[in-house]
Each structure stands twice: as structure tokens, then as C-alpha cells.
């Protein structure tokens, strides 16, 4: 019991140290960079942050199939879809592909956290709000167009357990505006570890989290889903197929 709030405490402790030293550092490199090299220069920030928080929780990821290279400048960006199942998915995605995220509205608004998140350029929605989420759909268009990678959890929100639920649809919307590919990845943890959400409120989750022993998850990554040519609709299911077969690979990978 000692053992385990001292390491919650330890990994809670260096999560916001961490964030809070690399953030004016990030910060400061981002602006002096000249503008071609801007995105370069966040996506090697970022996945040193998240490479770095994987570390502090004893996060062990193993990738199943190929992962695809970052777009460069000037060509479209692509739209990264998977399932959500732990806090720390936003890690081994970001460590994995770079990029930034689409994450819940109140985020922006915690400390430290929120300002590295806004610093990034993570889109954040509302999915309470129609307003909100038309919103959100133009900025994911219009950042897949400037050739970013952008990755979203369509659930909406994190469940325990290998099904994979339906997916909201507005990111598809802005993927098939936009003409780029959509990356299905899955994601699978052991049910022993204490990085796997089970059906617990966002708290309990990060606590548990925090003191677990080291975990060993998998990452599966699918072939490129085409956009051009397909409705959002289909665009949305043909995902949601692929995702779940891809799960079904992580978790083989991961073990029962």
C-alpha cells in the first residue's frame, strides 16, 4: 500500500514536471522555427513528451504491422481513428504518429495539461454542443488539408473491453472534405493491468493508473482507408469494421 501511493505519487509528481519543462522549451524552439519547419518541429516535441510520460508509467507498447510515415509539407494530411481504453492511449498514440489530437472541451481548461494541449494545436469539442461540433469538424478539415495528422478516439469517450462501439461521425465528415486517408489502428491492454479502463469514473481510473505495475499493450495498425469516393457514412462503418478486426490482432499480440 505504501509502495503504491508512493509511486502514484512519483508518476503524478513527474507527469506535471515534465509537461511544465518542456512546455516553455517547446514553446520557444516553435517560435524561432522557420515556418516550413514549424510541424516538424512539434512532432518531434510531442513524441518526445509522450515517449517520455510511457516511460514515467511503465508503459511497454508493442506495434503489430506498419506504421506509416509522417506527411510532409504541402502533401494532405491523414485522419487516425482507433478505439479508447486507457488515459494513456493519448501517449502511445502520440509517441507512435505525432500529430495532435481531438479531445474533450474541459481539457483546455486544466492546469499545465490544458496549456500544453492548446500549444499543440489539439482540437477540442464539445459533443454536448451542435454548435460546438460543427465547429470542430472545420478545423479538422482545415488541418488535414494543411497536411497534419490528426487522431481521434469516435467512440467519444473511454469503455472497458475489446468491443469496439459506434463511432460518431463528424471527423469522416471532415476526412472525405478534405480527401485524405483514414489510418485505423486498435488498441489492447491485458485485463490484469491497471492501465486498462474498467468501467470506473476518469479518476479512479487515473489513480489506479498511476501506482500500477508496468504494462505491456498493443498497438495493431491497419492499410489506409481512401476517402475519395466514399460518403462519410461508409467512410464512418468501413472504420469501424476495420478497427474491430484490428483489435482482435492487439489483443493476440497482447495476450487474454
Not at 17 to 25: E, I, N, Q
Not at 143 to 158: C, K, R, V, Y
Not at 169 to 185: E, M, Q, S, T
Amino acid at each position: 500500500m505504501i509502495r503504491d501511493r508512493a509511486r502514484q505519487a512519483y508518476r503524478a509528481g513527474g507527469f506535471l514536471a515534465t509537461t511544465a519543462a518542456m512546455l516553455p522549451m517547446y514553446l520557444a524552439r516553435h517560435r524561432s522555427a522557420a515556418e516550413a519547419d514549424k510541424d516538424a518541429v512539434r512532432d518531434r516535441w510531442v513524441k518526445r513528451w509522450a515517449s517520455g510520460l510511457l516511460r514515467l508509467f511503465a508503459i511497454d507498447v508493442v506495434v503489430g504491422g506498419t506504421v506509416p510515415p509522417t506527411p510532409r509539407r504541402g502533401e494532405r494530411g491523414r485522419l487516425i481513428v482507433t478505439n479508447h481504453r486507457s488515459a494513456i492511449d493519448v501517449g502511445v498514440l502520440l509517441a507512435t504518429f505525432g500529430g495532435t489530437m481531438v479531445s474533450r472541451a474541459d481539457l483546455a481548461t486544466w492546469p499545465v495539461v490544458g496549456a500544453a494541449a492548446r500549444s499543440v494545436g489539439t482540437v477540442f469539442v464539445d459533443r454536448s454542443s451542435a454548435k460546438s461540433g460543427a465547429a470542430t469538424i472545420r478545423a479538422i478539415q482545415r488541418a488535414l488539408e494543411e497536411g497534419q495528422t490528426i487522431t481521434i478516439f469516435p467512440e467519444g469517450t473511454t469503455f472497458g473491453g475489446d468491443e469496439v462501439r459506434p463511432f460518431h461521425g463528424g471527423a469522416f465528415i471532415a476526412a472525405a472534405r478534405a480527401g485524405v486517408d483514414v489510418l485505423p489502428v486498435g488498441l489492447a491492454y491485458p485485463a490484469s493491468s491497471g492501465a486498462a479502463f474498467l468501467d470506473e469514473t476518469f479518476l479512479s481510473h487515473l489513480g489506479r493508473m498511476a501506482k500500477s505495475d508496468a504494462t505491456r499493450m498493443a498497438i495493431a495498425v491497419g492499410a489506409p482507408i481512401p476517402s475519395k469516393g466514399v460518403g462519410p457514412r461508409e467512410l464512418t462503418e468501413r472504420a469501424r469494421a476495420e478497427v474491430g478486426r484490428l483489435v482482435l490482432e492487439a489483443r493476440a499480440l497482447v495476450g487474454p
